[in-house]
Each structure stands twice: as C-alpha cells, then as structure tokens.
C-alpha cells in the first residue's frame, strides 16, 4: 500500500500536509500518533471515506479509484458497526452473507475460535462487552480473509488483557497467514509489537522504522537516564531542561527519564542535587517506543 504526498484540507485547517508512506506486504504496521494528529484520516483516507485534496493512493499497485480492490481490503472502524440485536453468530452469518462466503457455518465457527468467541456466538451483540463488540467487529472483517486488514484504533478503551489479545491475534494473522495489517494506535505497547512504527505528529509523519531501531536512533544510541526523586515539581522539572546536554525530560510521578547526548547518570544525578532535587537512585537503561514518542512529537504519553 502506498501513499504519495498525501494532503487533507479543512476550510480552515490543514489536517494532513504531504504525507507520503508505503507499507510493505505482509508486515504488521501501525501508525502511532497523539490524538488529533490526523491517523482517522489517514485511514479514511485509505479506505475511500474521505477524498485527499492532493496526492494519490495505490493499494497492490492499483490507485484506490478502481473500487474493485476493496475486494481484497478489511476495514475494522473505531466504533463497531454490527447488528446489535443480532447475536454475534448471526452477525458473522450475516457478513458472509453479504460477501458470498461459502461454506458459511463453518467458518463463522472458525472465526469465532479465533477471536475467542465461542463461548459468546450465542449472546445478542448489545449484550457485548466493549472488548467482546471489538473482537466482533474484527471478526466480521477476518471472514473475508483479506489481503490487506485495516483497522482504526482496534485497542482503545480496553483493558490490558484485551488490548493484548487483539495485538496477538493481528500479529498471527501476519505471521500464520502471511497478509498485511496496517493500523492507528495511541498505546505504546501495541506500537512495539510492530514489524514498522509510522509516527505522526501535526499532519506529518516525523518518524517511521522498526522499533528497535527507532529506539536506537534516539541521541547516545538510545541510552536513558532514570531517576527517582525524593520529590518532583515544575520548578525543579523546569531547572532540570536547563541543564546542559538535556535534551527532553519523561516524567511519571517521582521517576523522571532523561534523554540527553552524554548519559553520565552521576554527574547529572550531582547537578540536580545543586539545584535543589533530592536524588534517591540513578541508572541507564535502553529506550522504548514511550521515549521515542516523546522525542519526536513532543507530547506526552497518555494511555
């Protein structure tokens, strides 16, 4: 799948400024942004709901325009759009149905082992669980058997375990199946599972590679600086950036991760002392997807 120069205007805004992408077949991708940043429109964009104001968009090296290789595309939306008085078999049933799946029954029964419905097939989708509504609503798109599956944010609003489940049933239709997953995310968990991380920030992608290099890529290869701190506040947050060599600070409560070209966790550990900060332990471990987010977009993570 590809995308070259991609624009999106609003009348008054620009929501996506010449981004350009292109997924490889048979890679589990996500596109990783903070919300508001345009990943839906990406995706919609992809899926022939929302027209780009410049550039163009090529699915197995055919331009989206021709409606047939859709044929061969899943889409899974962010909010679920199933039968809701239907029970999730019926609502399977009804989706093969509607695509000519032969030998239905059979796998609708599949499909719910692999999902993990079996034990639900019976129950009306309004009595659901957000997560259980999710694995539907994937379920729905799986029985296609797709080329190319393309969900927008499939992991949101659910609780770990559910969120896991969904990432390892994503990443084996990858790796059993050999088809290509693309989708938008905002949970750094999901994003290291990924054989490529697109990372968005204002419209513009400003990062893109496989997670492991990507965390490498962060200044002195990828090294951070962990501190606990008898205390943190704004001010001593504020003083800490205006030490030398610091180049973004992650705070999470007492514990701050410094990201800085010279990681010498004792020399700084002895300037925040200078300035007021009580250290409590230092040491330097490798980067994760959490800081590669923060130094590239400059926001903070919020799962």
């Not at 400003?206 to 704004?234: F, H, M, W, Y």
């Amino acid at each position: 799948m590809t995308s070259y120069g991609l624009n999106l205007k609003t009348r008054r805004n620009l929501i996506l400024d010449n981004v350009d992408l292109d997924i490889k077949r048979g890679e589990l991708v996500c596109l990783l942004g903070p919300s508001g940043t345009g990943k839906s429109t990406i995706i919609e964009a992809i899926v022939g709901r929302k027209s780009p104001t410049k550039g163009n968009i090529k699915i197995f090296d055919k331009d989206i325009k021709d409606r047939k290789i859709y044929d061969n595309v899943g889409f899974v939306p962010q909010h679920a759009e199933l039968y809701m008085n239907q029970t999730a078999e019926q609502n399977l049933l009804s989706s093969a149905t509607k695509w000519g799946i032969k030998d239905a029954k059979k796998k609708v029964d599949n499909i719910l082992s692999t999902v993990g419905l079996s034990q639900r097939k019976d129950l009306k989708a309004n009595k659901l669980s957000g997560g259980q509504l999710k694995l539907l609503s994937l379920g729905m798109e799986l029985i296609r058997n797709p080329e190319l599956l393309i969900l927008d944010e499939p992991t949101t609003g659910l609780d770990p375990n559910t969120r896991d489940n969904i990432i390892t049933i994503l990443s084996r239709i990858v790796t059993k199946q050999h088809k290509t997953v693309f989708f938008t995310t905002h949970f750094m968990d999901d994003a290291e599972e990924c054989d490529e991380v697109i990372i968005i920030a204002k419209g513009k992608i400003v990062a893109q590679g496989l997670p492991s290099k990507l965390e490498k890529r962060l200044p002195c290869n990828g090294r951070i600086i962990n501190i606990i701190l008898d205390n943190v506040t704004d001010d001593l947050l504020k003083n800490i950036g205006k030490i030398e060599g610091v180049e973004k600070i992650i705070s999470e409560g007492r514990s701050i991760k410094i990201i800085t070209e010279e990681p010498n966790a004792v020399e700084l550990a002895q300037k925040i002392g200078e300035i007021g900060g009580v250290v409590n332990k230092t040491e330097i471990s490798n980067a994760t997807m959490k800081e590669v987010f923060v130094y590239y977009t400059g926001e903070d993570v919020k799962e």
